[in-house]
Structures are given as C-alpha cells and as structure tokens.
C-alpha cells in the first residue's frame, strides 16, 4: 500500500528534530504511531530496517506514524545524552503527533534502543492505546518504570536475540503488570534477520486488534 509520506523538521528540547510522517493512502486514519529507532551510536536511524517496517505494518492497519531520528542523528541537533535527552526528543515528537491529531488513540513503538525509550515514556501515559517493545535488551538492565506500567504492553522478540534472549524475556515478563502480550518472532539473530516480513505481520495484527482482548499473560 502506497502511503503519503512528508518529511518534517520538528521542534524539539536540543534543537529540530528530523522526522518522517505517513498517512494511510486509501483511508483516513484512526489512530497514532510513534516509532523509536535502535541506539544513535551503533547506527541507529530512522531508516533502519525494523523501524520502516514496524511504521509500515501500522500503517497498514490504519496509522499515521511519525518517525524522528533522536538528537545528533542525521539532520536532528544536539548530541547524544546517554538515553535520558532521548526520552525528551520521543515527548517532544509524540506532543507533536498529538497536537496534529488530538482525537487519535496513541501508541508507542521503539527497536531496541527505542524500546527502552518509549517504555520510559509511555509508562508515564496512562492514556497510551499501547506500547510496543520490539528487541527489548535484556542485557542493558531492566527499567524502574515497568514496575507499574499501566498501559498495555507487547513486547514482540527474535526467537534468537542476542541481546534480549527468551528466558531472560520471559523471566522480565512474568514480573509485569498486564495488560501484557508477549510474541516471539522466528528470525536470526537481534535485528529479526530473515523474519522480517513475519515481524511485519505481528505489527499489524496488532494495530488491529484491540487492547481489551489482553491477556495477563
């Protein structure tokens, strides 16, 4: 599906933020994506992979997401503020998301890095739709703010993540509050090499499902 794509400068707490809007050719929207990149300093863009194809499932449920890149990155100012600065640039965009299309529900999407952002943020939302942690990095440490993080999560993982793997995931989910919804993705390694098009399809079952079917496991 084709989609209306603007290239946007926004403002944000150290300087304009770069960033890409899509809306759904075929419909109007009825609902909100913000989606985070993996971390600035190993390559993280707004073009990663991942990050194109989670906007591009959401979209395809019905979406308009808005992807940025974090300060310091491509056209974005400022430079990197160890995750914390970070968590300003996502308020920032998502403030910006909502202004334009306030009677949307909102959800939150990151890839690895991103994931940590937008559960920090998020957590704080309790008006968020969803929130949706792709490559969660076990190994980064866990997050104070999931100890009660009310808004729904899903968390979506490679099957072979080096960086999140399914019993340290698990064990992380259990502790959880719901509603939750955990999904494992066949694929390779970390970046969900060769199961692409299946994370894809898990983006946007998920953008069409509701979060009332939520299970507390």
Same mark, same amino acid.
């Given at each position: 599906m084709p989609a209306r794509i603007q290239s946007l400068l926004l403002d944000g707490p150290a300087g304009k933020l770069e960033a890409l809007l899509e809306e759904p050719e075929t419909e109007a929207p009825h609902q909100a994506w913000l989606v985070c990149h993996p971390h600035p300093l190993y390559g993280g863009t707004l073009h990663n992979k991942v990050v194109h194809r989670v906007a591009r499932g959401a979209r395809r449920a019905g979406a308009v997401v808005l992807r940025f890149n974090f300060r310091g990155v491509g056209l974005? %100012?400022?430079?990197?503020? %160890?995750?914390?600065?970070? $968590? %300003?640039?996502?308020?920032?965009?998502?403030?910006?998301?909502?202004? %334009?299309?306030?009677? *949307?529900?909102?959800?939150?999407?990151?890839?690895?890095?991103?994931?940590? $952002?937008? *559960?920090?943020?998020?957590c704080q939302l309790p008006s968020a739709q969803r929130l949706v942690a792709l490559g969660f990095p076990t190994t980064a440490g866990e997050l104070p703010e999931l100890a009660h993080c009310a808004p729904p999560k899903i968390f979506i993982q490679s099957t072979r993540d080096e960086f999140g793997p399914k019993d340290d995931l698990r064990a992380l989910f259990h502790r959880l509050t719901p509603p939750k919804r955990l999904i494992f993705i066949d694929a390779g390694d970390h970046f969900f090499t060769h199961g692409l098009d299946r994370l894809e399809q898990a983006v946007y079952r998920q953008a069409r499902t509701g979060t009332d079917t939520f299970s507390g496991c």
């Amino acid at each position: 599906m084709p989609a209306r794509i603007q290239s946007l400068l926004l403002d944000g707490p150290a300087g304009k933020l770069e960033a890409l809007l899509e809306e759904p050719e075929t419909e109007a929207p009825h609902q909100a994506w913000l989606v985070c990149h993996p971390h600035p300093l190993y390559g993280g863009t707004l073009h990663n992979k991942v990050v194109h194809r989670v906007a591009r499932g959401a979209r395809r449920a019905g979406a308009v997401v808005l992807r940025f890149n974090f300060r310091g990155v491509g056209l974005s %100012e400022g430079t990197y503020d %160890e995750g914390n600065g970070e $968590v %300003e640039d996502a308020r920032a965009a998502l403030a910006w998301l909502r202004s %334009e299309y306030p009677h *949307l529900p909102f959800s939150l999407a990151g890839f690895s890095f991103g994931s940590r $952002v937008i *559960l920090r943020l998020g957590c704080q939302l309790p008006s968020a739709q969803r929130l949706v942690a792709l490559g969660f990095p076990t190994t980064a440490g866990e997050l104070p703010e999931l100890a009660h993080c009310a808004p729904p999560k899903i968390f979506i993982q490679s099957t072979r993540d080096e960086f999140g793997p399914k019993d340290d995931l698990r064990a992380l989910f259990h502790r959880l509050t719901p509603p939750k919804r955990l999904i494992f993705i066949d694929a390779g390694d970390h970046f969900f090499t060769h199961g692409l098009d299946r994370l894809e399809q898990a983006v946007y079952r998920q953008a069409r499902t509701g979060t009332d079917t939520f299970s507390g496991c």
